[in-house]
């Protein structure tokens, strides 16, 4: 017995017409929200993204801020303590300031170092961001 279309009652014809319908239009909605969940998604970690640098560039440079006050304490104190010398021993103040001279490019070197791994960061950042 063959079962072609022809052949098959009008109702079974409608009904697999319909069930072809109902199959296609759910794989459209399938699609569509497929679509609209990786919109989201990619609108969302870009947000995500940008906040984080934000943030990084906010710690950064609250970070440096922290340091230089330290570092501006630090040396405030060494100058004081230099008035307290006698000027008289002037090999001792010679040592005091080549110590308060070695301290100065110490902070230096440390702020330059907080630069540079700011600018990484910020570098890795961007990288994410492409």
Known sequence: MST???E????????????????A?????GTETAKASMKAASSYF????????DLLNSWSLQSETALKAAFDAQTAAIEAG??????????????IEQFSE???RTQKATLESWHAT?????????????
């Not at 239009?25 to 909605?29: G, K, L, N």
């Open 25 to 29: 239009e759910a794989a459209r909605q």
């Open 82 to 95: 230099l008035g307290l010398f006698d000027v008289g021993v002037q090999g001792n103040r010679q040592a």
């Open 102 to 104: 070695l301290v100065k």
């Open 8 to 23: 098959m009652p009008r109702s079974a014809t409608a009904a697999v017409a319909e069930a072809t319908r109902i199959a």
């Open 46 to 53: 870009g947000e995500t993204n940008t906040i984080g640098r």
């Open 4 to 6: 072609t279309t022809n």
């Open 118 to 130: 700011v600018k990484a960061a910020a570098e890795a950042t961007e990288s994410t961001k492409r």
